[in-house]
């Protein structure tokens, strides 16, 4: 990785990642692109920013171009919850958003990383430490999207011997962008509300169990998985990669840790509730630990730690 475009780089994932990555590979090697300007200050900001539509396929192959980039990394995407009032809106962005970036880096010869998630997974998949190779009959669009998604990463590695690497992300909670519109959203509100109300109302049943992961750790896997010897992975596309598995009461007394008044009572999202009932309770993530060295860092207390004293400072809260 030398030069790196990074697509929806205003979103959750993005605004952390480019941060990062403009540390690691310097300001002018990085360029940070999102539909629009005006959603992230410092991302449009402290280095090169364009803007750019993954579904405009001419813009994208002139940017991978004009800046030699030889790795895109495709983080624009709509999320779960979101998909499912425009399952239209989520195929177009999505789906021709990374054939896009599939087809730009054919013709250019960079890589292509994109996530995919626990969303591949559906009801028919064994839901305890779900195997890396097993059922993916996913019911959500998003879902759909993703498993297409793998395949056509694993299609362009295969036929055109395009670099194509990804992992199936849990939830991701962070502190610096909100997520937009996922079903594990509530794990990342839940500290905010904490905080500045001393209750939350929880969309999702007190025992639903899914994975997470503290953002930290999320770009680590990108960056590793990136850096990783070619040759040395056979799951190019679709790693199980986990940190933590929790439900809202696990969460909930984590937090009464630091804020022993914290209370949470429960307001249930019906079409949440039915796509985090369909994802996995927890993966099994071996296959990224043998091949890459996956190894997570924060656990839920630790991420609580961290979360609450950031939050504290970002919200300034005396
Ligand atoms: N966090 C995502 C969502 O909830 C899952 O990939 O949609």
Known sequence: MKKILITGACGQIGTELTHTLRKLYGVENVVATNIRRGSSETVENEGIFEELNVTDYNRMLELVKKYEIDTIMNLAALL??????????????????????????????????????IAAFGPSTPADLTPQD???????????????????????????????????????????????????????????EALKNKKFTCNLAADTYMDMMYMPDAI?????????????????????????SFCPEDIKKAI???????????????????????????????????????????????????????????????
């Open 134 to 192: 097993t059922i993916q009959r996913p019911t959500t669009i998003y879902g759909v999207s993703k498993v297409a998604g793998e395949l056509l990463c694993d299609y362009y590695f295969n036929k055109f011997g395009v670099d194509t690497r990804g992992v199936r992300f849990p939830g991701l909670i962070s502190y610096s962008a909100l997520p937009g519109g996922g079903t594990t959203d509530y794990a990342v509100h839940i500290y905010y």
């Open 220 to 244: 680590e896997s990108i960056i590793q998985l990136c850096e990783a010897e070619g040759s040395k992975l056979v799951h190019r596309n679709a790693f199980n990669i986990t940190a933590m």
């Open 256 to 318: 009464q840790k630091h804020i022993p008044e914290f209370e949470m009572d429960y307001e249930i999202d019906e079409v949440k509730q039915k796509i985090a009932n369909s994802w996995p309770n927890s993966l099994d993530d071996s296959c990224a630990r043998a091949e890459w060295g996956w190894n997570p860092k924060f656990d839920l207390e630790k991420m609580t730690a961290d979360m609450i004293e950031k939050l504290t400072i970002k919200l300034d809260i005396k």
């Open 80 to 117: 779960s919850a979101v998909g499912e009032k425009n399952p239209q809106l989520l195929w177009d962005v999505n789906m021709n958003g990374l054939y896009n970036c599939l087809e730009v880096a054919r013709e250019t010869g960079a890589m292509v990383f994109t996530p995919s998630s």
